[in-house]
């Protein structure tokens, strides 16, 4: 992807130059940039208030030590990060990732995501990112208890319900959540919502847990209709077993699809007659167990090592729903070749540049994670609101409010696309419209 604007290209040197050894970063600000050449050339205003060289840099990066003492009394020490992004719009707002390759480079990537994905929910929501290195897969529970009250010490004195509000993001779900919110109001003696994603019991929304996957659906629903199409009768290949891909499978289901494959980052489960899905929230949600145990209970089904494999199950749509660049130039060319017609992204940035290309090549539809995946996040600003008004909504009420701001979302990329001469790019769609609101807000705030 090559930029023929100059300043953007100029300007993109230079953020090569200052975020050296960070290339999912780059990454992230390159693709947002090929979108936004059009805005560049169309809005002078923007460029002269200096609004791309601001939004490139994060407001705020903070690196901690999070030292823990294991079940065997020896110390432990890992890499604790928070990047506030952007507050353009409202609260650094954004996941908390717990996975060993959690480095700066990571977070700066999904905190520069997070900036407008947030914007397109249509929230007063600003965008934040944070993690560590912290690797929760075989550890006790008092384990991960201990690493999550060493990290929120450090991370309480920079948050807060107006000023910060992380989340779950891999690795962090309501276990983790939970421990740190404990940890923060033991701190403070305060009862805030500080953190989304928490408890039932503990100011947490309905429909929060449910809320990425759904959306990640809704979202496809829109986009397939606008194209002529549905989910009705397709088969679906998911990958990852993980908050989204679960809640993703479900939902796709229920709208008449069938999801035939799901993976975890050792291997990939292919069922021809449908996933079970009960199985897959027993084994992951409750045991916390590998994907390879599916097929103690379906012999029927077929499990392959390795999880790139999925992509040469044939199918309909894909939905990537795992990490980062789990997707690549030879997987999408298979897709392509075995008759997949539509990605829709509910992993954060699943797909390298090349496979977009392969996508846009083969003229698939193709959902970009900031639009797609955005529904997690929209009910966690949800959760927000109910927090600061001290009332829970009904399942019914946020899961239809979710479904409407999908909707919204899908209409605002597909708007934005077609004003700037790009229908059906829902990609360049979705980086116009959600940069233009923060560039908006950051021209009218002045040079801060
Ligand atoms: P979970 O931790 O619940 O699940 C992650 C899943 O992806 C697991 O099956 C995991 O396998 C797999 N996975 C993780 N890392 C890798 C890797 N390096 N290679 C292969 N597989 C991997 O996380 P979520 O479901 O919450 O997150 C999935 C994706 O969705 C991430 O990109 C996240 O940023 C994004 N997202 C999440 C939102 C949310 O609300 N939770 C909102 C929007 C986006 P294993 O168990 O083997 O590690
Ligand atoms: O990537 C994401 O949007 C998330 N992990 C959810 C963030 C949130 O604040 O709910």
Not at 384 to 395: C, G, H, K, V, Y
Not at 430 to 437: D, R, T, Y
Request: net charge negative.
């Amino acid at each position: 992807m090559a930029l023929q604007n100059k300043y953007l290209a100029d300007l993109l040197e230079k953020v090569k130059q200052r975020n050296q050894g960070e290339p999912e970063f780059i990454q992230a600000v390159t693709e947002v940039f090929v979108s936004l050449e059009p805005v560049a050339e169309k809005r002078p205003d923007l460029v002269e208030a200096g609004v791309f060289e601001r939004i490139v840099e994060p407001e705020r990066q903070i690196i901690f030590r999070v030292p823990w003492v294991d079940d065997n009394g020896k110390t432990q020490v890992n890499r604790g990060f928070r990047v506030e992004f952007n507050s353009a719009i409202g609260p650094y707002k954004g996941g908390l990732r717990l996975h060993p390759s959690v480095y700066l480079g990571i977070i700066k990537f999904l905190g520069f995501e997070q900036i407008f994905k947030n914007s397109l929910t249509t929230l007063p929501m600003g965008g934040g990112k944070g993690g560590s290195d912290f690797n929760p897969k075989g550890k006790s529970d008092a384990e991960v208890m201990r690493f999550c009250q060493s990290f929120m010490t450090e991370l309480s004195k920079h948050i807060g319900p107006d000023t910060d509000v992380p989340a779950g993001d891999i690795g962090t779900g309501a276990r983790e959540i939970g421990y740190m919110f404990g940890q923060y109001k033991r701190l403070r003696n305060e009862f805030t919502g500080v953190l989304t994603g928490k408890g039932l019991t503990f100011g947490g929304s309905l429909a929060r847990t449910e809320a990425t996957g759904y959306g990640v659906c809704y979202f496809t629903d829109e986009l397939l209709k606008a194209n002529g199409k549905s989910f009705e009768g397709q088969t679906v290949v998911i990958s990852g077993s993980g908050n989204v891909a679960i809640y993703a499978t479900q939902k796709a289901t229920e709208l008449g699809a069938k999801v035939v494959a799901l993976s975890d980052s050792n291997g990939y489960i292919y069922d021809e007659n449908g996933i079970d899905l009960e199985l897959v929230k027993q084994l992951k949600e409750v045991e916390r167990k590998r994907i390879k145990e599916y097929v103690n209970v379906h012999p029927e089904a077929k499990y392959t090592e390795g999880c790139s494999g999925i992509w040469t199950i044939p199918c309909d749509i894909a939905l990537p729903c795992a990490t980062q660049n789990e997707i690549d130039e030879a997987s999408a060319k298979t897709l392509a070749e075995n008759g997949c017609y539509a990605v829709i992204e509910g992993a954060n940035m699943p797909s390298t540049p090349e496979a977009i290309e392969v996508y846009f090549a083969n003229n698939m539809l193709f959902g970009p994670a900031k639009a797609a995946n955005a529904g997690g996040v929209a009910v966690s600003g949800l959760e927000m609101s109910q927090n600061s008004e001290r009332l829970s909504w009904t399942f019914e009420d946020v899961d239809n409010r979710l479904h409407n701001i999908m909707k919204e979302i899908f209409k605002s990329c597909d708007e934005a696309a077609k004003e700037y001469g790009m229908e059906g790019n829902y990609m360049a769609g979705a980086n116009i419209a959600g940069f233009l609101k923060v560039a908006e807000a950051m021209k009218a705030q002045g040079c801060v």
